[in-house]
Every structure is written in structure tokens, then in C-alpha cells.
């Protein structure tokens, strides 16, 4: 087993295309600050993989940590130093014995719209056509979607990035939704048609954002990683997952937070909303502290009856 005490650095990554990508982008990094440092990658496989391999709706695969226990479990046995980690996917609690020791700067945190099959593909949400089949499996758009159209029929799509857009582009769907944050990272933003407004769709906790985990207490690993660290994306997404944290959810409950952090001001939102669209319940908050900004949106959230719409196991068929 590998030891703790090793001078070079051993980064845990999924194996997609857009979760290497990012830890190619963490490594590429920390090579170019310290040159002398030996940095290498391993390649690991999560149970949120295997249930996309396989096509399961992720709602009904439950549990939490679907794209981060395995990753866990290397930082704790000490195969790996390092894992990376698209936050969205962290769940509220960490794994006892790590922490999130870097957060670096936050990509655009939007989602974008990608539409088919052919050149008269529909430019924009507003122009697809009435009671089209659009593909999403996430919870949060899901609800978003058909609070903005009530008339599509909503159904499950799986896969990585590449799989979902070659979906589209056959026909299966006629549009899906995407980060346009893992689109720019992977080289893939030209497939948009239209980037939405996080007004529009508010973004998962963390979308966009970069969590470098490692074992609490590490300074060594700390210490390198703390060139990459951004402090306006640490407070906003700290404030977001705090949101998370109080309602007590996973990665894939109806809920859509975005906090920015103006120049020290913490400027939030963040809306729950069921898989028909019917019921929405939406917070806004601002302060400088983040704890302080995700209690005052958790408990705008379920003031407003928002915990109903918490009890959520999967959109239902055709919804």
C-alpha cells in the first residue's frame, strides 16, 4: 500500500473525459509552480459510473457519494494524496478524515442548452417544439424545466457528456441540458445553442467548481495546494453547500442554489421545486458571511414549505 510520507503527489480521478480533463488541468498546474514536484494520476471507478454505464436514472440509484466514495476510500488507505472532484458531486458531509483542502477558481457556473438533430435544430428553450421529448435526469432541472415548460415530456438520459450530446444528435431527444462549465473544459461549448441565465436555471451547489480533496490534517498537501486556492469561490460554494447541508440532500434533490461573492458581499439564490413544475419555493439572501447566507436561504426555503418538496426519489414517467 502506498505510504503517506511519499515526497511526489498521487491524484485520484474518475476516468471520463471531463473528470480526467480536470485533474489533468489540477496536475498541469501544480507541475508548472513546482517543477521538481512528481505528480501522477490513478484512474479510479465510482459506483455513479457503473450506474451510468449501465443507464439506471441516478435518482434510483440513491445513496450519496455516488461519484466520490471511491475516491474517498484511496485518500484514507493511502493509495492516492489528491482527488478532484466537480463539487456538485460532493455530497453534504465528507468522509470522516478528510476535508476540502483547495478550492480553485470557479468556471461558469450556467447550464447551456443542446438541441438536434439537424441544421433546423430549435435555437432556444422558448423555440422547442410544443410536447418535445427533452432528455435530463437531474431532479433540479427537471422541476426548473417544467416550471419554464410545462408542455415537454420530460424523460431520463444517462451518460457522460459526449454520450448525452450524441443522444440529441440522433434524434433520441430533442435537447438535454448540460454544464456549460464541463462543455468549455472538455473542448465541447460550440454544441450549444443557448447558454440559460442562472435566473433561468439555477445551478446545482458547486456547479462549476473545483474541489481538490485530501486527508484532514495533510499540510503537506495542503501547503502545495494552496497556490490553486480561490477565496471568492471558497466562501460561495461553502454558502451553497451549507444550503445542502440543512436540508439535508444529496447531489440529485430539486434544488438549485447560486451564491456569488461581489467583492466580499455574498449575493445568493436558490429555489426548490417538484418534478411537474406546479410547486416552486424560491430565497434570496445577501451577507458576508457564508454559513450565515446558507442558513438565511435554507430557512427562507422551508419557511416557505419547501421541506414537501424534498421527499423526492425520481421524476416521475413522462413527467
Same mark, same amino acid.
Given at each position: 500500500m502506498a505510504t503517506h510520507n511519499r515526497t511526489g503527489l498521487v491524484i485520484g480521478?474518475?476516468?471520463?473525459?471531463?473528470?480526467?480533463?480536470?485533474?489533468?488541468?489540477?496536475?498541469?498546474?501544480?507541475?508548472?509552480?513546482?517543477?521538481a514536484l512528481d505528480v501522477s494520476i490513478k484512474l479510479m471507478t465510482?459506483?455513479?459510473?457503473?450506474?451510468q454505464a449501465s443507464e439506471v436514472p441516478?435518482?434510483?440509484?440513491?445513496?450519496?457519494g455516488l461519484f466520490?466514495?471511491?475516491?474517498?476510500?484511496?485518500?484514507?488507505?493511502?493509495?492516492?494524496?489528491l482527488a478532484v472532484h466537480s463539487a456538485k458531486d460532493l455530497p453534504g458531509e465528507l468522509a470522516a478524515g478528510t476535508d476540502i483542502l483547495a478550492w480553485p477558481k470557479r468556471e461558469d457556473p450556467r447550464?447551456?442548452?443542446?438541441?438536434?438533430?439537424?441544421?433546423?435544430?430549435?435555437?432556444?428553450?422558448?423555440?422547442?417544439?410544443?410536447g418535445a421529448t427533452f432528455g435530463t435526469s437531474s431532479l433540479r432541472r427537471v422541476g426548473q424545466l417544467k416550471s419554464l415548460r410545462p408542455d415537454l415530456n420530460v424523460q431520463p438520459i444517462r451518460g457522460n457528456i459526449e454520450t448525452r450530446i450524441r443522444k440529441v444528435r440522433e434524434g433520441q431527444f430533442a435537447a438535454t441540458l448540460?454544464?456549460?462549465?464541463?462543455?468549455?473544459?472538455?473542448?465541447?461549448?460550440? %454544441? !450549444?445553442?443557448?447558454?440559460?441565465?442562472? %435566473?433561468?436555471?439555477?445551478?446545482?451547489? #458547486?456547479?462549476? !467548481?473545483?474541489?481538490?480533496?485530501?486527508?484532514?490534517?495533510?499540510?503537506?498537501?495542503?501547503?502545495?495546494?494552496?497556490?490553486?486556492?480561490?477565496?471568492?469561490?471558497?466562501?460561495?460554494?461553502?454558502?451553497?453547500?451549507?444550503?445542502?447541508a440543512r436540508l439535508a440532500g444529496g447531489c440529485n434533490?430539486?434544488? #438549485?442554489?447560486?451564491? %456569488?461573492?461581489?467583492?466580499?458581499?455574498?449575493?445568493?439564490?436558490?429555489?426548490?421545486?417538484?418534478?411537474?413544475g406546479e410547486l416552486r419555493v424560491d430565497a434570496a439572501a445577501e451577507g458576508a458571511d457564508p454559513i450565515?447566507?446558507?442558513?438565511?436561504?435554507?430557512? %427562507?426555503?422551508?419557511?416557505? #414549505?419547501?421541506?414537501?418538496?424534498?421527499?423526492?426519489?425520481a421524476p416521475p414517467s413522462g413527467a
Open positions: 480521478s474518475r476516468g471520463s473525459m471531463l473528470a480526467v480533463t480536470q485533474t489533468n488541468w489540477v496536475a498541469k498546474a501544480l507541475r508548472d509552480h513546482y517543477p465510482t459506483r455513479g459510473d457503473r450506474s441516478m435518482a434510483a440509484v440513491g445513496g450519496k466520490t466514495a471511491e475516491l474517498e476510500d484511496g485518500l484514507r488507505d493511502g493509495s492516492i494524496d447550464d447551456a442548452l443542446i438541441a438536434g438533430p439537424d441544421s433546423l435544430a430549435p435555437s432556444s428553450l422558448a423555440a422547442i417544439p410544443l448540460l454544464a456549460v462549465a464541463g462543455l468549455r473544459r472538455t473542448g465541447l461549448l460550440h %454544441e !450549444a445553442a443557448q447558454i440559460l441565465s442562472v %435566473e433561468q436555471m439555477t445551478p446545482a451547489a #458547486g456547479q462549476a !467548481a473545483l474541489a481538490l480533496q485530501g486527508r484532514a490534517g495533510d499540510e503537506r498537501v495542503a501547503k502545495l495546494l494552496s497556490v490553486m486556492d480561490d477565496t471568492p469561490t471558497r466562501r460561495a460554494v461553502l454558502a451553497e453547500r451549507r444550503v445542502v434533490m430539486p434544488l #438549485g442554489v447560486y451564491v %456569488e461573492d461581489r467583492a466580499g458581499r455574498l449575493v445568493g439564490r436558490a429555489v426548490l421545486v417538484s418534478p411537474t450565515t447566507v446558507g442558513d438565511a436561504l435554507a430557512d %427562507e426555503l422551508l419557511a416557505k #414549505g419547501g421541506a414537501k418538496l424534498l421527499d423526492v426519489s
